[in-house]
């Protein structure tokens, strides 16, 4: 019987600490390496390693290893192959990385798999058997997510995980928007928004046997009909779920009911910045600032806990806006945001215009690293400037008085979950230059 071990890197520390990023326990249980799993042919022996948590074990007796790859941790996962392949075994990588970086994968690995895996990862690995394989392998068509395999729970170690840890749980890929600065809708062969049937997704809630869920998805509400189906399966369930979307469907009355009877528990919304000429450039006028005072008091009176993403650094934004984001924010008692610094990814119009205009600064370590870093020119202020600004906001934001004026005595379960991000994101705010909101992932 082969054998194939999945590891999942970890980020370094730091540009300056080149040591793996380690914690003790994770707070959410990922589907990459149990679906991954369940794609496997049938007669491997799958076995799995989370680099956070654990050393991989080098000498472990496989015949095939697996990285899922992100670029932030992409130079680890090149440390962790050469490990494996100075023993000859055949190493295969794939993950988001592989969609703009396959050439420089290829490099550390013995095969790369760019995009979407079904129908391509099981012939990777029979091919890996027979000593036959290709540098790259990619999907011809668009994948189908309906009947898709179930992931294999089984891989995975209980003891990695803390007591509340929501399983993940895939609904759709893709994204109906095209936003100027954001590659999430390119990394699987720009192929629009899709979904998958709402019975099976149900099914796969049930199979984990676990209350608390968080559903992947850029935009969980790409089509609002399907979504609201799904909410309504979800009743019966009795679970709590989280999930990203637009913040403006929460104007429609009948899709909040839903969502708080579906058991809405947190919701993560890209509103990106509360200047509307920023919104414009950036391609993202279905989000309208003027409303997101409006949609937070509709949150907080249905208790749902929530927080925003912003970015900064748009030719449009000045220093006023750092401020003016701050006071927002307070006015309206936001339960939590992450706040992020603009980068022109490669895909994007962002990266094209700057990359264009000499404006992108150490491209090749663009987003490599956990922490605070701006890889453009802004227009208004110092990159430095900006990274000042921002991290000084992040510290604002999450000092403990800032917390306690903003959060309410937590009553609820949605109380206890914004709290929860609160000092989650605290920690980040005081370590801004080491860590980003990703590392509980």
């Not at 720009?190 to 049930?206: A, H, I, S, T």
């Not at 956990?370 to 802004?378: L, M, N, S």
Request: hydrophobic share 40%; net charge positive; with cysteine.
């Amino acid at each position: 019987m082969p054998k194939l071990l999945i590891i999942q890197a970890t980020p370094y520390h730091s540009r300056t600490m080149r040591v793996p990023y380690r914690i003790r326990k994770r707070k959410v249980v990922g589907a990459v390496a149990p679906y991954l799993a369940a794609l496997a042919p049938p007669g491997w022996d799958v076995s799995f390693t989370d680099d956070a948590i654990e050393e991989p074990d080098y000498a472990a007796a496989v015949d095939v290893v697996v990285i899922t790859v992100r670029t932030v941790t992409s130079f680890r996962a090149y440390e962790i192959a050469a490990r494996f392949r100075d023993r000859h075994v055949p190493v295969l990588m794939g993950g988001p990385h592989a969609s703009f970086h396959a050439e420089e994968m290829a490099a550390h690995a013995d095969a790369v798999c760019i995009g979407e895996g079904e129908g391509v990862f099981a012939t990777m690995l029979e091919d890996a058997a027979a000593g036959r394989l290709r540098k790259f392998y990619r999907r011809q068509t668009v994948a189908d997510l309906a009947g898709l395999p179930p992931p294999r729970w089984d891989i995975l170690k209980p003891h990695h995980y803390v007591f509340y840890s929501p399983f993940v749980i895939q609904y759709s890929r893709g994204c109906p928007y095209t936003c100027d600065f954001c590659a999430e809708r390119r990394l699987n062969g720009d192929y629009g928004y899709r979904y998958r049937p709402v019975e099976e997704v149900v099914e796969e809630v049930r199979r984990c046997g676990k209350r608390h869920i968080f559903f992947a998805a850029s935009q969980f509400v790409g089509h609002k009909a399907r979504t609201m189906a799904l909410l309504e399966a979800l009743i019966p369930l009795k679970i709590r779920w989280s999930a990203l979307f637009s913040a403006h469907f929460f104007l429609d009355p009948k899709f909040t009911t839903l969502a708080r009877r579906s058991g809405l528990l947190h919701v993560n919304m890209g509103i990106e910045s509360i200047s509307q000429n920023t919104l414009r450039a950036m391609n993202k006028n279905f989000n309208k600032s003027s409303e997101y005072g409006h949609i937070s008091r509709i949150l907080h009176e249905n208790d749902i806990s929530f927080s925003f993403n912003f970015v900064f650094g748009a030719d449009d934004d000045d220093l006023d806006i750092f401020p003016k984001t701050l006071d927002f924010l307070n006015e309206h008692k936001v339960a939590a945001a992450y706040f992020n610094v603009m980068v022109p990814l490669r895909g994007t119009p962002l990266y094209d215009r700057m990359k264009e205009d000499g404006r992108i600064l150490d491209e090749e370590n663009m987003d490599r690293w956990p922490g605070v870093f701006c890889h453009f020119r802004p227009l208004r202020f110092s990159p430095e400037r900006l990274m000042q600004e921002v991290k000084a906001l992040q510290r604002r934001f999450y000092s403990l008085g800032s917390i306690v004026r903003r959060l309410p005595l937590p009553r609820s379960e949605s109380h206890l979950a914004s709290w929860s991000v609160n000092f989650s994101q605290r920690k980040v705010a005081i370590h801004s230059d080491s860590m980003n909101e990703f590392e509980d992932f």
